[in-house]
């Protein structure tokens, strides 16, 4: 056990010190290339060197946000990609035959966009908050009230009542009346606030929900590439199983030959029994990652369609790391994950035009601008109020209480008037309301800054992986011509007798796992650099299409 641990570790340490040496070696990324064999190329205009770096152009729009006319977008320049779509990009034709029932990303999304109960509980939220401006209106706007009345009296003198003496002291009379109001703000600068807050909740409202758009985008091609990465997995373990199989029999027939130890047959059958058990729970895990796109589309998606088969960075296969034969000079590190780029696409470029144009923080500036509002009508709370007042009055009766006498009156009262409300004293409520909101203000301010803060970060995360993967997917492509040739050593070396079949064995599990990784850093380039543009707050429909494009 000691030697099959030193020597799995070794090899290991081999192969991922050749992965370095392939990272680190080549020439510094330029250009945008897409997976597969369909390429994209970075598009940029040059930003505007008038405007102030923090001005934003009006209208406010996905495409108008800052002073960057276009962030780096990836465009289609070679449509190469195979017709038949299958359900992984390792499996090859054989599973051709479901091509039919395989989805791609555009329709997963577009079903998504009206079934996703998240999706749909923003859609309400964001009908319920456009209420909110006209609520705010209201106040400015005459207030109109009436109030008609009719009452029925029916009179009857008691006993021993002096009324009796007098005829008709049991009678029926009536009363009608009705009074129409209006009222008019002239001065009220804590209803003019209100107004304020409810123009301003209406513009968060509208940037929460083009935020709610973005996610769902990052939320399904996340799903996406999770099931598109289970299904690779399920596949490498099968072919794992497939090869180990193939061992196990040499080891077996040499064995029974005598050229062999059982030792040979027993690690072949170990290492067989441990794919089995990983094929069993990527298959469970598939079932999981399918049951999650499944959530968002309301039905059940049988296949998904996978990136094209053999998709590569333009280059790789003319990229002298490759051979592992006089290797160029190594870049640093920071050139793979942040490269010298033109002037609009660089990291700068990215997190000045995610601060200026990211919906949740121009969603957070607004509510700074709410904050202060509130805190600007709090303070209103103290200054005096006039309202212009208008009455027109009816008021009609043939009779009165307490009196036998027969009586017809007819009285119209009409009037007009100002009123003038100065506060004096609240018992301290209005001090206390002005120094709550003060510290809300405080706390907006601080939340937005946060904002702007976090999603520099995020811009960070997101430029790093997507350019550190299009270097670690060249890396990890060239591990995986040499874990194959490795491969193919071994097993030579095994017929012919000079390796064990530990050896074999650890060759083959260390290309799968090469092979593994190689289909996550593509997806999770791809990811990264929807939720690049997403962090911008420039993410749209085309750039879906372009990703929606590499599949097959």
């Known amino acids: 056990m000691t030697g099959f641990t030193f020597d799995h570790i070794g090899l290991r340490k081999l192969l991922i010190r050749f992965a370095h040496i392939a990272l680190f070696a080549g020439s510094t990324l330029g250009s945008l290339h897409a997976l597969g064999q369909t390429s994209v190329t970075v598009t940029q205009a040059a930003p505007s060197l008038t405007a102030p770096k923090n001005a934003l152009p009006m209208p406010v729009s996905t495409q108008s946000l800052t002073g960057l006319d276009l962030p780096p977008n990836m465009v289609i320049a070679k449509p190469a990609i195979p017709q038949a779509p299958v359900l992984s990009n390792i499996a090859g034709a054989k599973d051709a035959n479901v091509t039919g029932q395989a989805m791609d990303l555009i329709t997963l999304y577009q079903e998504a966009a009206f079934s996703d109960p998240v999706m749909t509980s923003a859609r309400f939220q964001y009908v319920a908050n456009q209420e909110q401006y006209w609520q705010g209106l209201s106040l400015l706007l005459p207030q109109v009230n009436a109030a008609p009345g009719w009452t029925r009296y029916y009179q009857h003198a008691a006993n021993n009542s002096s009324l009796q003496t007098y005829p008709g002291n049991a009678r029926v009379f009536g009363q009608k009346n009705y009074t129409v109001s209006l009222t008019q703000p002239l001065i009220n600068v804590a209803s ?107 039905h059940p998606v049988p296949a998904v369609k996978p990136l094209a088969k053999n998709a590569q960075l333009e280059g790789v296969a003319k990229d002298p790391r490759t051979t592992l034969k006089n290797p160029v000079p190594s870049p640093a590190i920071a050139d793979s994950v942040n490269p010298k780029l033109p002037a609009g696409q660089t990291l700068d470029d990215w997190i000045h035009q995610a601060e200026n144009a990211n919906f949740n923080v121009l969603a957070g500036k607004l509510n700074v601008n709410v904050a202060e509002a509130t805190y600007r009508g709090s303070l209103a709370a103290n200054y005096p109020t006039l309202n212009f007042g208008a009455t027109a009055g009816y008021n009609t009766n043939n009779g009165s209480t307490y009196s036998t006498q027969p009586s017809q009156t007819n009285i119209y009262n009409n009037t007009l008037g100002l009123t003038l409300n100065i506060p004096i004293y609240s018992g301290g409520y209005n001090s206390s309301v002005i120094r709550q909101n003060a510290a809300l203000l405080d706390k907006a301010k601080s939340d937005y800054d946060n904002l702007r803060r976090t999603t520099a970060q995020n811009v960070r995360q ?15 492509e060239a591990a995986e011509k040499s874990g194959t040739s490795a491969l193919q050593s071994s097993q030579l070396g095994f017929e012919v007798g000079t390796l064990i079949n530990l050896d074999v064995l650890v060759a083959l599990d260390s290309l799968i796992t090469t092979r593994a990784q190689l289909t996550q850093a593509r997806y999770s380039t791809l990811l990264n650099a929807i939720k690049l543009k997403s962090t911008a707050g420039t993410l749209s429909d085309e750039d879906l299409m372009a990703v929606n494009a590499l599949l097959r």
């Open 192 to 298: 003019l606030e209100l107004y304020k807050i409810g123009d301003l909740t209406t513009k968060i409202a509208d940037l929460q929900f083009y935020q709610a758009q973005q996610d769902l985008i990052i939320r399904v091609s996340q799903a996406y590439f999770d099931v598109l990465t289970s299904q690779d997995n399920v596949v490498l373990y099968q072919e794992k199983m497939s090869l180990i199989k193939r061992q196990l029999d040499q080891a077996q027939a040499k064995f029974d030959a005598g050229l062999a130890t059982i030792v040979d047959v027993n690690t072949a059958q170990a290492n067989y029994d441990l794919a089995n058990s990983q094929e069993i729970i990527s298959q469970a895990d598939l079932i999981v990652k399918r049951g999650v796109l499944e959530q968002l589309v309301g």
């Open 462 to 476: 997101a430029f790093t992986g997507f350019y550190g993967g299009l270097a670690s997917v060249k890396a990890y």
